[in-house]
Protein backbone atom coordinates (compact mmCIF):
# COMPACT_ATOMS: atom_id res chain seq x y z
CA UNK A 1 0.00 0.00 0.00
CA UNK A 2 0.97 3.35 -0.51
CA UNK A 3 1.05 6.27 1.65
CA UNK A 4 0.51 10.33 0.88
CA UNK A 5 -0.83 12.93 3.12
CA UNK A 6 -5.10 12.97 2.85
CA UNK A 7 -6.63 15.74 0.82
CA UNK A 8 -9.85 17.24 1.89
CA UNK A 9 -12.73 14.59 1.00
CA UNK A 10 -15.98 14.99 -1.12
CA UNK A 11 -18.92 13.29 0.13
CA UNK A 12 -21.13 11.99 -1.70
CA UNK A 13 -25.09 13.38 -1.70
CA UNK A 14 -26.12 10.39 -0.73
CA UNK A 15 -23.10 9.74 2.44
CA UNK A 16 -24.80 8.79 5.62
CA UNK A 17 -25.35 11.52 8.22
CA UNK A 18 -23.13 9.59 10.73
CA UNK A 19 -19.85 11.94 10.91
CA UNK A 20 -16.89 10.22 8.89
CA UNK A 21 -13.05 10.15 9.86
CA UNK A 22 -11.37 14.01 10.78
CA UNK A 23 -10.65 15.66 7.86
CA UNK A 24 -13.79 15.15 5.76
CA UNK A 25 -16.33 18.20 5.40
CA UNK A 26 -19.68 17.82 6.28
CA UNK A 27 -21.14 19.46 3.22
CA UNK A 28 -21.35 17.20 0.02
CA UNK A 29 -19.37 18.53 -2.86
CA UNK A 30 -18.93 17.31 -6.44
CA UNK A 31 -15.55 16.68 -7.77
CA UNK A 32 -14.21 18.30 -10.89
CA UNK A 33 -14.97 16.56 -14.03
CA UNK A 34 -17.33 14.45 -13.19
CA UNK A 35 -20.40 14.24 -15.53
CA UNK A 36 -24.15 15.21 -14.60
CA UNK A 37 -26.06 12.33 -13.10
CA UNK A 38 -23.23 10.16 -12.06
CA UNK A 39 -25.18 8.83 -9.19
CA UNK A 40 -24.58 8.91 -5.57
CA UNK A 41 -21.56 6.76 -5.52
CA UNK A 42 -17.76 8.08 -5.23
CA UNK A 43 -15.97 9.21 -8.24
CA UNK A 44 -12.54 7.82 -8.35
CA UNK A 45 -10.99 11.41 -7.68
CA UNK A 46 -13.17 11.33 -4.65
CA UNK A 47 -12.07 7.55 -3.36
CA UNK A 48 -8.12 8.75 -4.49
CA UNK A 49 -8.93 11.17 -1.67
CA UNK A 50 -10.51 8.59 0.78
CA UNK A 51 -7.60 6.43 -0.37
CA UNK A 52 -5.29 8.12 1.08
CA UNK A 53 -7.21 9.21 4.50
CA UNK A 54 -7.32 5.94 4.99
CA UNK A 55 -3.37 5.60 4.55
CA UNK A 56 -2.57 8.14 7.35
CA UNK A 57 -4.87 6.48 9.32
CA UNK A 58 -3.51 3.50 9.85
CA UNK A 59 -0.28 4.79 9.76
CA UNK A 60 -1.29 6.77 12.60
CA UNK A 61 -1.97 3.73 14.02
CA UNK A 62 0.72 1.67 13.07
CA UNK A 63 3.25 4.65 14.62
CA UNK A 64 1.15 3.86 18.31
CA UNK A 65 1.20 0.53 17.94
CA UNK A 66 5.16 0.81 18.23
CA UNK A 67 4.59 3.36 20.66
CA UNK A 68 2.55 0.67 22.36
CA UNK A 69 4.94 -2.19 21.74
CA UNK A 70 8.15 -0.39 23.28
CA UNK A 71 6.35 0.34 26.31
CA UNK A 72 5.48 -3.30 26.94
CA UNK A 73 8.44 -4.45 26.09
CA UNK A 74 9.88 -1.95 28.60
CA UNK A 75 7.48 -2.94 31.13
CA UNK A 76 8.19 -6.50 30.71
CA UNK A 77 11.87 -6.31 30.78
CA UNK A 78 11.46 -3.64 33.93
CA UNK A 79 8.88 -6.35 35.84
CA UNK A 80 11.78 -8.68 35.72
CA UNK A 81 13.99 -6.45 37.37
CA UNK A 82 11.61 -5.41 40.00
CA UNK A 83 11.38 -9.49 40.79
CA UNK A 84 15.45 -9.82 40.58
CA UNK A 85 15.82 -7.03 43.16
CA UNK A 86 12.82 -7.97 45.73
CA UNK A 87 14.65 -11.69 45.69
CA UNK A 88 17.70 -9.81 46.12
CA UNK A 89 16.39 -7.76 49.08
CA UNK A 90 14.87 -11.01 50.50
CA UNK A 91 18.29 -12.66 50.33
CA UNK A 92 20.07 -9.65 51.73
CA UNK A 93 17.60 -9.67 54.84
CA UNK A 94 18.17 -12.84 55.66
CA UNK A 95 22.27 -12.41 55.24
CA UNK A 96 21.71 -8.96 57.23
CA UNK A 97 19.60 -11.05 60.14
CA UNK A 98 21.88 -14.00 60.18
CA UNK A 99 24.93 -11.50 60.39
CA UNK A 100 23.15 -9.69 63.33
CA UNK A 101 22.73 -12.75 65.05
CA UNK A 102 26.47 -13.77 64.70
CA UNK A 103 27.61 -10.09 66.42
CA UNK A 104 25.16 -10.20 68.76
CA UNK A 105 26.56 -13.84 70.17
CA UNK A 106 30.15 -12.09 70.00
CA UNK A 107 29.13 -9.24 72.35
CA UNK A 108 27.60 -11.56 74.75
CA UNK A 109 30.78 -13.22 74.35
CA UNK A 110 32.77 -10.59 75.27
CA UNK A 111 31.00 -9.47 77.88
CA UNK A 112 31.54 -12.52 79.85
CA UNK A 113 34.66 -12.61 79.12
CA UNK A 114 35.40 -8.83 79.79
CA UNK A 115 34.95 -6.67 83.05
CA UNK A 116 38.58 -7.54 84.62
CA UNK A 117 42.09 -6.31 82.75
CA UNK A 118 44.65 -8.41 81.05
CA UNK A 119 47.06 -7.92 83.30
CA UNK A 120 45.02 -8.67 86.90
CA UNK A 121 43.68 -11.91 84.91
CA UNK A 122 47.68 -12.21 83.98
CA UNK A 123 48.53 -12.22 88.04
CA UNK A 124 45.91 -14.48 89.16
CA UNK A 125 46.25 -17.46 86.68
CA UNK A 126 47.17 -20.23 87.62
CA UNK A 127 48.59 -20.99 84.05
CA UNK A 128 49.98 -17.62 82.22
CA UNK A 129 51.09 -19.57 79.69
CA UNK A 130 47.40 -20.74 78.82
CA UNK A 131 46.23 -17.03 79.95
CA UNK A 132 48.90 -15.18 77.00
CA UNK A 133 47.71 -18.11 74.28
CA UNK A 134 43.44 -17.40 75.29
CA UNK A 135 44.94 -13.39 75.28
CA UNK A 136 45.76 -14.00 71.85
CA UNK A 137 42.97 -16.06 70.82
CA UNK A 138 40.44 -13.32 72.69
CA UNK A 139 42.51 -9.95 70.68
CA UNK A 140 41.67 -12.27 67.55
CA UNK A 141 37.93 -12.33 68.47
CA UNK A 142 38.15 -9.01 69.21
CA UNK A 143 39.10 -8.29 65.38
CA UNK A 144 36.67 -10.78 63.92
CA UNK A 145 33.86 -9.39 65.99
CA UNK A 146 34.89 -5.58 64.18
CA UNK A 147 34.80 -7.24 61.04
CA UNK A 148 31.37 -8.75 61.45
CA UNK A 149 30.02 -5.15 62.53
CA UNK A 150 31.83 -4.02 58.82
CA UNK A 151 30.05 -6.77 56.92
CA UNK A 152 26.59 -6.00 58.93
CA UNK A 153 27.00 -2.02 57.71
CA UNK A 154 27.92 -3.10 54.04
CA UNK A 155 24.71 -5.72 54.17
CA UNK A 156 22.42 -2.62 55.52
CA UNK A 157 24.25 -0.29 52.60
CA UNK A 158 23.41 -2.75 49.81
CA UNK A 159 19.95 -3.55 51.38
CA UNK A 160 19.10 0.06 51.10
CA UNK A 161 20.45 0.29 47.38
CA UNK A 162 18.53 -2.45 46.24
CA UNK A 163 15.12 -0.97 48.09
CA UNK A 164 15.92 2.35 46.19
CA UNK A 165 16.51 0.33 43.31
CA UNK A 166 12.74 -1.16 43.10
CA UNK A 167 11.47 1.63 43.95
CA UNK A 168 12.83 3.93 41.09
CA UNK A 169 11.97 0.93 38.67
CA UNK A 170 8.45 0.89 40.12
CA UNK A 171 7.83 4.51 39.17
CA UNK A 172 9.40 4.05 35.87
CA UNK A 173 7.07 0.75 35.43
CA UNK A 174 4.54 2.49 36.23
CA UNK A 175 5.55 5.48 33.76
CA UNK A 176 5.21 2.84 31.33
CA UNK A 177 2.17 1.57 32.03
CA UNK A 178 0.60 4.71 31.42
CA UNK A 179 2.61 5.51 28.02
CA UNK A 180 1.14 2.07 26.71
CA UNK A 181 -2.50 2.89 27.51
CA UNK A 182 -2.17 6.03 26.09
CA UNK A 183 -0.64 3.99 23.00
CA UNK A 184 -3.48 2.17 23.19
CA UNK A 185 -6.39 4.34 23.22
CA UNK A 186 -4.42 6.50 20.31
CA UNK A 187 -4.74 2.80 18.03
CA UNK A 188 -7.79 1.78 18.83
CA UNK A 189 -9.22 5.49 18.40
CA UNK A 190 -6.97 5.85 14.75
CA UNK A 191 -8.17 1.58 13.63
CA UNK A 192 -11.56 3.04 14.67
CA UNK A 193 -12.04 5.81 12.38
CA UNK A 194 -10.83 3.81 9.49
CA UNK A 195 -13.39 1.62 9.42
CA UNK A 196 -16.27 3.35 9.55
CA UNK A 197 -14.58 5.03 6.70
CA UNK A 198 -14.43 2.00 5.00
CA UNK A 199 -17.85 0.81 6.39
CA UNK A 200 -19.51 3.95 4.24
CA UNK A 201 -18.49 2.69 1.18
CA UNK A 202 -21.05 1.00 -1.03
CA UNK A 203 -19.46 -2.55 -2.02
CA UNK A 204 -18.59 -1.66 -5.85
CA UNK A 205 -16.77 1.45 -4.21
CA UNK A 206 -14.21 -0.95 -2.16
CA UNK A 207 -13.85 -2.50 -5.14
CA UNK A 208 -12.59 0.47 -6.63
CA UNK A 209 -10.87 1.37 -3.54
CA UNK A 210 -8.65 -1.82 -3.71
CA UNK A 211 -8.05 -1.30 -7.51
CA UNK A 212 -6.62 2.21 -6.57
CA UNK A 213 -4.73 1.28 -3.62
CA UNK A 214 -3.62 -1.69 -5.96
CA UNK A 215 -2.48 0.70 -9.07
CA UNK A 216 -0.74 3.13 -6.14
CA UNK A 217 1.28 0.08 -5.08
CA UNK A 218 2.36 -0.73 -8.46
CA UNK A 219 3.31 3.08 -9.31
CA UNK A 220 4.98 2.89 -6.49
CA UNK A 221 6.94 -0.46 -7.35
CA UNK A 222 7.42 0.22 -10.87
CA UNK A 223 9.22 3.31 -9.99
CA UNK A 224 11.52 1.41 -7.43
CA UNK A 225 12.24 -0.71 -9.95
CA UNK A 226 12.88 1.65 -12.75
CA UNK A 227 16.05 2.78 -10.63
CA UNK A 228 17.90 -0.20 -11.71
CA UNK A 229 17.74 -1.42 -8.22
CA UNK A 230 17.58 -5.18 -9.14
CA UNK A 231 20.63 -4.84 -10.93
CA UNK A 232 22.68 -4.03 -7.93
CA UNK A 233 21.46 -6.62 -5.85
CA UNK A 234 23.27 -10.19 -6.29
CA UNK A 235 23.94 -11.37 -2.66
CA UNK A 236 22.55 -14.82 -1.94
CA UNK A 237 21.23 -14.96 1.83
CA UNK A 238 23.16 -15.97 4.90
CA UNK A 239 21.81 -19.75 6.79
CA UNK A 240 20.17 -17.34 9.11
CA UNK A 241 18.93 -14.93 6.97
CA UNK A 242 17.62 -17.95 4.69
CA UNK A 243 15.73 -19.51 7.98
CA UNK A 244 14.25 -16.51 8.96
CA UNK A 245 12.51 -16.08 5.22
CA UNK A 246 11.45 -19.69 5.43
CA UNK A 247 9.71 -18.57 8.81
CA UNK A 248 7.88 -14.90 7.82
CA UNK A 249 6.99 -16.41 4.37
CA UNK A 250 5.46 -19.69 6.19
CA UNK A 251 3.07 -17.35 8.33
CA UNK A 252 1.25 -15.65 4.58
CA UNK A 253 -2.31 -15.76 5.31
CA UNK A 254 -2.22 -15.27 9.03
CA UNK A 255 -4.31 -12.13 10.39
CA UNK A 256 -2.40 -8.82 10.80
CA UNK A 257 -3.74 -7.47 14.75
CA UNK A 258 -1.84 -4.83 16.06
CA UNK A 259 0.41 -5.74 19.26
CA UNK A 260 0.74 -9.28 18.20
CA UNK A 261 3.79 -11.18 17.42
CA UNK A 262 2.66 -15.06 16.53
CA UNK A 263 2.19 -17.66 16.27
CA UNK A 264 -1.63 -16.82 14.98
CA UNK A 265 -1.02 -13.18 14.59
CA UNK A 266 1.26 -10.76 14.12
CA UNK A 267 1.92 -6.75 13.80
CA UNK A 268 4.56 -5.81 11.25
CA UNK A 269 7.50 -5.80 13.93
CA UNK A 270 6.11 -8.49 15.68
CA UNK A 271 6.45 -10.85 12.52
CA UNK A 272 10.28 -9.87 12.08
CA UNK A 273 11.27 -10.24 15.38
CA UNK A 274 9.20 -13.75 15.71
CA UNK A 275 11.15 -14.93 12.02
CA UNK A 276 14.60 -13.81 13.40
CA UNK A 277 13.91 -15.25 16.76
CA UNK A 278 13.23 -18.88 14.82
CA UNK A 279 16.30 -18.26 12.67
CA UNK A 280 18.38 -18.12 16.43
CA UNK A 281 18.69 -14.15 16.54
CA UNK A 282 16.88 -12.16 18.69
CA UNK A 283 16.19 -8.64 17.59
CA UNK A 284 14.07 -5.44 19.29
CA UNK A 285 10.82 -6.03 19.31
CA UNK A 286 9.76 -2.93 17.37
CA UNK A 287 10.38 -1.42 13.79
CA UNK A 288 12.04 2.41 15.14
CA UNK A 289 14.29 0.07 17.91
CA UNK A 290 15.19 -2.61 14.77
CA UNK A 291 16.13 0.65 12.91
CA UNK A 292 18.25 2.40 15.83
CA UNK A 293 19.99 -0.77 16.81
CA UNK A 294 20.35 -2.82 14.26
CA UNK A 295 23.26 -2.54 11.57
CA UNK A 296 22.60 -0.31 8.34
CA UNK A 297 23.43 -1.44 4.77
CA UNK A 298 22.89 0.07 1.71
CA UNK A 299 19.77 -0.65 -0.19
CA UNK A 300 21.91 -2.22 -2.83
CA UNK A 301 23.58 -4.36 -1.23
CA UNK A 302 20.73 -5.41 0.73
CA UNK A 303 20.40 -9.49 1.30
CA UNK A 304 17.30 -12.10 1.79
CA UNK A 305 16.55 -12.07 5.44
CA UNK A 306 17.76 -7.93 5.98
CA UNK A 307 14.61 -5.91 7.09
CA UNK A 308 13.37 -2.70 5.37
CA UNK A 309 12.49 0.10 7.43
CA UNK A 310 9.51 2.11 5.86
CA UNK A 311 8.73 5.78 6.36
CA UNK A 312 10.37 8.75 8.00
CA UNK A 313 9.05 7.64 11.42
CA UNK A 314 10.39 3.43 11.14
CA UNK A 315 7.02 2.87 11.57
CA UNK A 316 6.70 0.05 9.28
CA UNK A 317 9.40 -3.20 8.40
CA UNK A 318 9.04 -5.84 6.07
CA UNK A 319 11.84 -8.39 5.24
CA UNK A 320 13.50 -8.78 1.58
CA UNK A 321 12.72 -11.77 0.75
CA UNK A 322 14.48 -11.47 -2.66
CA UNK A 323 13.32 -10.26 -6.40
CA UNK A 324 12.23 -7.32 -5.31
CA UNK A 325 9.49 -8.39 -2.67
CA UNK A 326 8.68 -8.45 0.83
CA UNK A 327 7.27 -10.31 3.36
CA UNK A 328 4.96 -8.27 5.74
CA UNK A 329 2.02 -7.49 7.59
CA UNK A 330 0.57 -4.47 6.49
CA UNK A 331 -2.40 -3.59 8.58
CA UNK A 332 -5.76 -4.42 10.47
CA UNK A 333 -7.73 -5.82 8.05
CA UNK A 334 -5.27 -7.95 5.91
CA UNK A 335 -3.09 -10.37 6.42
CA UNK A 336 0.87 -11.54 5.79
CA UNK A 337 1.72 -11.22 2.39
CA UNK A 338 3.99 -10.50 -0.23
CA UNK A 339 4.04 -7.24 -2.14
CA UNK A 340 6.63 -5.46 -3.94
CA UNK A 341 9.58 -4.10 -1.50
CA UNK A 342 9.14 -0.66 -3.28
CA UNK A 343 5.46 -0.11 -2.78
CA UNK A 344 6.14 2.50 0.72
CA UNK A 345 8.79 5.40 1.02
CA UNK A 346 11.88 3.22 2.34
CA UNK A 347 13.64 5.14 5.00
CA UNK A 348 16.80 2.32 5.01
CA UNK A 349 17.76 -1.26 5.19
CA UNK A 350 18.92 -2.75 8.76
CA UNK A 351 20.43 -6.55 8.68
CA UNK A 352 20.42 -8.66 12.17
CA UNK A 353 23.41 -10.82 13.21
CA UNK A 354 26.09 -8.19 12.33
Known sequence: MAFADPNPVPTRSSAPTTPMAPGFPATPTAPAGVPDGYGDGYADAELEAVREQLDLLYREAAAATDQYNAAEEKAERQSAEIVELAGKIVEGQEKLDGLRERAAAAAR?????????????????????????????????????????????????????????????????????AAKATARKKVEKRIAAAEKLESALAKEEKERLARLEREAADRAQTAWLGSGILDELRGRATAQGRKAVRYATDQIGKPYVWGAEGPKSFDCSGLT???????????????????????????????????????????????????????????????????GAGTMPILGVVRPGV
Do not use: C
Not at 110 to 130: C, F, H, I, V, W
Not at 286 to 293: A, F
Not at 317 to 329: K, S
Open 109 to 177: AQYRTGGMPDEAKLMLSENPAEFLDGSGRLRQGQRATKGLIGEVTRAQDALKTYAADASAQWKRLEANR
Open 273 to 339: SRAWAAAGQGIPRTSQEQWRQLAHVPVEDMLPGDLIIYFDDASHVGMYVGDGQVVHAPRPGRTVTLA
